[in-house]
């Protein structure tokens, strides 16, 4: 729609290449984790994604359009992390117990 000048601008969460395509960064988004209040990370003010290293993560599911999951997974494998198990999720509140 872009390339046939049909829209002006588009807005993308993550890699957007392309002839006849220019990508500015409008803005950057941090990624968090949850934790139980016992875990080990829960008092550090911030962690590095390589201390997810032999962790149990959960996972929204990888889906067409939606950047979160590219980005935590790029991100892991960028730090040579592979966690020690993945469950995925729907919906991020699935495994919160709500």
């Known amino acids: 729609m872009l390339r046939d000048q049909e829209l002006d601008v588009g807005l993308v969460g993550g890699p957007a290449n392309g002839s ?18 016992a875990h080990p990370l829960a008092r550090a003010a911030s962690a590095l994604v390589q201390a997810l290293a032999n962790e149990h993560l959960v996972l929204l599911e990888s ?16 730090a040579g992390v592979t966690p020690k198990d993945i469950t995925t999720v729907a919906d991020g509140m699935t495994r919160q117990g709500r």
């Open 20 to 37: 006849g395509l220019q990508k500015r960064r409008i803005s950057t988004t941090r990624l968090g984790v949850v934790l139980q209040e």
């Open 63 to 78: 889906t067409p359009g939606w950047s979160i999951r590219r980005m935590v997974d790029d991100a892991l494998d960028a």
